[in-house]
């Protein structure tokens, strides 16, 4: 498996090469026509000087004569050029390397390439003369022509080594790999540092992501130093990950030991008191009342069912399906709900404060689980509420929203209690009796109300504690 620095190092790293080779290349064969073509022009500047200097020189048939060779002598001295004369059946007469008599004199050059040359007027040429000049030159040949009558009489051939070309782009390639490589050296070091730099917070968030696959709930992504953007976000995007993962997984670890309790109490009571009948422990004269007791225990297990299955179905729903919504009066349902707790209102002598408007107010939604919502927050008001205290039902709206609010006197709740209401199994007094419910009441009131898209909110000070729904308004 290739790692994140092997796939940004390499690849970088082919790129460079790839373009310090193509530079290289490119740069050497730029030099190496240059050199070339300054020596061809050079050496095309000599033998048109030589050629003009032999043609004045040039009498009674005759390229010898005593003052062309000084001549020739010191033209070849001062451009460092090879040149040879030849007459007009190619025979070599005359050699700069010297004037008075050469090895090179008598030989013979190729009838083809005097012609080429006499035809043409020049040629110019790359490569060994042989018989002349065995090793690679630049070589340039221009015809002699007889002052009177423009008729060629011999040729010109100036030549110069290409060792020296050579020499030059071997001392100009050894610079380049040299720089070449001080480059590579320090482009790897860099590339290196900051590939290990990109790497690096991948690498931690691969071992901070272990970690909490292995139980580490509260390993974090630690954000330091200055990483690129898309890092950060990444980093921040997978500790948020891991705090909504850990959140859930103590909300579960939680519902499993709630669930636990609440069950074992329950179920303890129903199998003491069943052991008690069957073993004769409990009268037969009390059986009924204890079996009473049973029956009351059972509808309160059956109702916790209950809820948690309507809880389950609503969040796998994901939302209230429109088949279920109908166009409903919110204060005509609200009123039949109070009036359901008409006996207990009187039996803690409460006062109702009703401020509702004096026109229907219409919302769209599934009546059944509004009216829940309405009884639940009315049953916890009045449960709550001192004898003789005041229980609140208001609704209002604005252009767009329905506003429920139910709302009692009592204790405040803590402020540090107010995020909690609303989670399973919390009970805002823990020292009530198990009878009095499970806690799940404003928990289903908070995923109903969640499932229509709306929102719930509660406040507590100075004796009074308001709980607030909305639904959507028409007309």
Request: net charge negative; aromatic share 8%.
């Amino acid at each position: 498996m290739r790692t994140t620095f092997s796939r940004t190092f390499f690849p970088a790293a082919i790129i460079l090469l790839a373009a310090l080779l193509l530079l290289g290349t490119s740069f050497r064969a730029l030099v190496e026509d240059f050199l070339q073509d300054d020596a061809m022009e050079n050496l095309r500047s000599d033998a048109t000087i030589i050629s003009e200097l032999a043609s004045a020189y040039y009498t009674e048939g005759s390229l010898s004569s005593r003052d062309f060779l000084l001549n020739l002598d010191l033209s070849s001295r001062v451009s460092g050029a090879d040149a040879i004369i030849c007459d007009s059946t190619g025979r070599v007469v005359l050699c700069s390397d010297s004037p008075f008599g050469c090895e090179h004199q008598m030989l013979v050059i190729e009838e083809k390439y005097l012609h080429r040359v006499l035809q043409n007027g020049i040629a110019s040429d790359t490569g060994a003369v042989p018989d002349l000049y065995p090793d690679a030159r630049y070589i340039v040949s221009v015809p002699i022509l007889d002052a009177n009558t423009q008729k060629g009489v011999g040729i010109v051939m100036v030549s110069s080594p290409l060792a020296q070309t050579t020499m030059v782009l071997e001392r100009i390639s050894d610079i380049y790999l040299f720089v070449a490589l001080i480059v590579v050296l320090v482009a790897g070091v860099v590339m290196t540092f900051f590939a290990r730099q990109q790497s690096k917070p991948l690498q931690d968030m691969a071992r901070v992501a272990n970690a909490f696959g292995h139980g580490d709930l509260n390993a974090r992504v630690r954000l330091e130093g200055d990483y690129p953007q898309e890092i950060e976000e990444l980093a921040l995007a997978f500790n948020n990950m891991a705090t909504s993962l850990q959140k859930s997984e103590y909300q579960r670890q939680e519902f499993v030991a709630n669930v636990s309790h609440e069950l074992k109490t329950p179920m303890t009571t129903i199998g003491g008191y069943i052991d008690g009948i069957l073993d004769g422990t409990i009268p037969e004269n009390r059986s009924r009342q204890y079996m009473q007791i049973v029956s009351d225990e059972t509808k309160r297990l059956s109702r916790l069912v209950r809820s948690m299955l309507d809880i389950s179905r609503l969040q796998d729903q994901g939302g209230i399906p429109d088949e279920k919504k109908t166009r409903f009066d919110v204060e005509e349902c609200a009123g039949q709900v109070l009036i359901t707790f008409e006996k207990k209102i009187v039996d803690k002598r409460l006062e109702v404060d009703v401020d509702i408007p004096d026109l229907p107010t219409f919302t769209y939604a599934c009546e059944d689980y509004i009216t829940q919502v309405i009884y639940n927050l009315l049953d916890n008001a009045v449960k709550f509420c001192p004898e003789g205290g005041t229980l609140g039902l208001k609704i209002s709206k604005s252009n767009t929203k329905i506003f429920v609010s139910v709302s009692n006197d009592g204790d405040t709740i803590p402020a540090d209690e107010l995020p909690l209401v609303f989670d399973r199994f919390h009970k805002l007094d823990k020292a009530r009796n198990k009878k009095d419910g499970w806690g799940l009441g404003l928990y289903i009131v908070k995923t109903i109300v969640c499932s229509h898209g709306e929102d719930i909110s509660v406040t507590s000070k100075d004796g009074k504690t308001e709980f607030t729904f909305t639904l959507p308004l028409v007309n």
